[in-house]
């Protein structure tokens, strides 16, 4: 049993980590959608990657790098808090957005030259 | 009355949670904290069943954790669209019909939507919610369906045949 808990501790700091590096890559790949969608409604839909994917794996990396307990519960809360918050703000933004008389762009949307893309790696 | 216990417990649970420093003159202060907010809840009327859902704590986690695997599936297809060279997307406005009756249940049907990437609630009226989409496709009314059934259920405890009762 020693030996399994040795193999744990050695793994946390490693796994933790690693789900921070994907979330912040998550967080980078939310904000360029926000940079390359269409309109207001759109761009809402790639923020909430950053909203629920990036902030899930960086707080779930950050418990397992954590030193205490404490810390843990201190991160689910921030999470819980996240999640509850999240889509109201989310939705706030839209229902004015749809109030105020905003149109969302409908349809299919293509740009079909991917090759004059200036982001394009 | 047990509205006003789950409150309590809760706040402390919080509380203690929080701080990590259990001297007497910190826990003073806790108690005392604790009375305010809940004279101020009380004030503000929300000690109900909407304000205090910790009753269905059971429930409501066992929906979240459905719910988690759900937003994470989506999170798929709305970073695929994010990073391929060609954009290529499909937004649509779509109305989704709910068959949750109290607030709390159409709040946290709501809110799941919102929450899951490529859909966004734009408005409610009624049990009827108007959806933002990034993909048209994907927005039927079947794939809102077991969402609908499973909040309605975790917030209301009732079986969804129940929902045609009143309109």
New interface residues.
Partial sequence: MPEVMDVIMAVKPVLGAFLCLVGAG?AI??T??VL????F??R???A??T???AA?LTLVGMALLAPTW?IV??LA?IWLFL??T???G??AL??AA?TAGLQ???????????AD?EG?A | MGYLLGLIVVLGA?WL??S?IYEPLLLTLSVISIAISILLAARLETVDREGVPYARTPQLFAYWAWL?VE??KA?WP??K???R?????????VKVKTRCESDFAKTIF???I??????????VEGDKL?V?A?FEEEATPDSFAEMDERSARAADGRKSSKGEVTA
């Fill in positions: 998550l790949i939310g360029v959608g390359r969608f269409p309109d409604y759109t809402l839909h790639a909430s990657i909203d629920t994917g899930t404490l519960f201190k809360a999640f509850l999240g889509p109201t989310s939705h839209a229902n749809h969302p762009v409908i349809g299919r949307q293509r740009d079909g030259a991917g893309d394009g | 919080l949670g929080l990590g988690l937003i994470f999170n709305v970073i669209a994010c990073v060279a060609d954009l290529d997307i499909n937004p649509a406005l709501a809110n799941s919102t929450l899951t990437p490529g859909t966004v609630t734009v408005e108007l933002h990034l």
